[in-house]
């Protein structure tokens, strides 16, 4: 069974920094992307970032040159570094692993609040 477990959301200053972890266990196979999503209140559930190698990356224009997408292919595991942090961030983050069958897991989600 894929699991796939969320880290390092919380609460932050505006312009401040968070670092989201997804880490992905069981049996997947390859993977081909790694991204992260986020639901604010009200919201329907957008896209942020995906990596597809250490070079491939793609951004929502809201978030590029802000936040940083990578992952560790040895320990299966994909990051979004997040800096100056806005209170238009605040959100539900989701991280979404494609594998290389094409079926697409999701984690359960992890607060990010941006407020003083």
């Not at 796939?4 to 390859?30: D, F």
């Not at 009200?42 to 942020?48: D, N, P």
């Not at 320990?75 to 806005?86: A, D, F, R």
């Not at 984690?107 to 941006?114: E, I, Y």
């Amino acid at each position: 069974q894929v699991q796939l477990v969320e880290s390092g959301g919380g609460l932050v200053q505006p312009g401040g920094s968070l670092r989201l972890s997804c880490a992905v266990s069981g049996s997947i196979g390859s993977i081909n992307a790694m991204g992260w999503y986020r639901q604010a209140p009200g919201k329907q559930r957008e896209f942020v970032a995906t990596i597809f190698s250490a070079t491939a990356t793609n951004y929502a224009g809201s978030v590029r040159g802000r936040f940083t997408i990578s992952r560790d292919n040895a320990k299966n595991t994909v990051y979004l570094q997040m800096n100056s942090l806005k209170p238009e961030d605040t959100a539900v983050y989701y991280c979404q692993i494609l594998s290389g069958r094409g079926d697409a897991y999701w984690g359960q989600g992890t607060q990010v609040t941006v407020s003083s």
